[in-house]
């Protein structure tokens, strides 16, 4: 089982729908959950973390996390075709780990 | 921009030889990680400096070896280098605050992009 495991994508949405990511990873001892978006060739880039269970929200995103389930999610509201990357789901406990990405497509 | 900083930005090596890639954390931050990314995965953690000791390290062979310095820049060598090396090389920093388990969220470097041929 791996670490951290995300939907495989590719994701494909129109402009203005919700977009919705989803994360599962296997250390129940992990504290910390961060959500980082990487255009092709860039770096990652932080756009959410989440530290307690349920829901937080920043701007169009929102990030939900369940640590009984082990499940963590990110929503995108009112998706725009700036929006399209790959999204990483990073978990931490000691280190970070991050899932293989999935790939966002959001059509005009 | 993060502040984090990371040199060469591209590099081109053969097989056998080996590399130092540069990273400068952001200020004020005192932990730093190195993740390989190769084409179409995420980010692998290589490992973990903390206050210039090794506090953290993923599956990859002893060829991958590292330093943090006093000023928390930090350096990655990989000796021996192989073809499957060829990937991005991510430096992220940190701030973990004294006598607590909770960390903070962690912020990337540009990367290096290492091709061996």
């Known amino acids: 089982q791996k670490e951290v495991e995300q939907n495989s994508g590719p994701l494909s949405v129109p402009e203005g729908a919700i977009a919705s990511l989803n994360c599962t990873y296997s250390?129940?001892?992990?504290?910390?959950f961060f959500w980082y978006r990487q255009y092709s060739g860039k770096s990652p880039e932080l756009i959410m973390f989440?530290?307690?269970?349920g829901d937080k929200e920043d701007g169009r995103f929102t990030a939900q996390l369940n640590k009984a389930s082990q499940y963590v999610s990110l929503l995108i509201r009112d998706s725009q075709p700036s929006d399209s990357a790959t999204y990483l789901c990073?978990?931490?406990?000691?280190?970070?780990?991050f899932g293989a990405g999935t790939r966002l497509t959001v059509k005009p | 921009e993060t502040g984090v900083t990371q040199s060469p930005t591209h590099l081109i090596k053969t097989r056998g030889q080996q590399v130092t890639l540069r990273c400068s954390s952001q200020?004020?931050?005192?932990?730093v990680s190195w993740y390989q990314q190769a084409l179409g995965q995420g980010p692998q953690f290589i490992f973990q400096?903390?206050?210039?000791?090794?506090?953290g390290r993923g599956n990859f062979p002893p060829r991958f070896s590292g330093l943090q310095f006093p000023n928390y820049s930090s350096e990655l060598n990989v000796n021996a280098l192989e073809l499957d090396d060829s990937a991005l090389y991510l430096c992220?920093?940190?701030?973990?605050?004294?006598?607590?388990?909770?960390?903070?969220?962690?912020?990337f470097g540009p990367g290096t992009r290492l091709t061996v041929t």
């Open positions: 992220a920093s940190r701030m973990i605050p004294s006598g607590r388990a909770k960390s903070y969220e962690q912020y």
């Open positions: 990073a978990v931490n406990n000691n280190d970070m780990r």
């Open positions: 400096y903390y206050r210039e000791e090794e506090n």
């Open positions: 989440i530290y307690s269970n």
């Open positions: 200020s004020g931050h005192n932990t």
């Open positions: 250390d129940r001892g992990s504290q910390s």
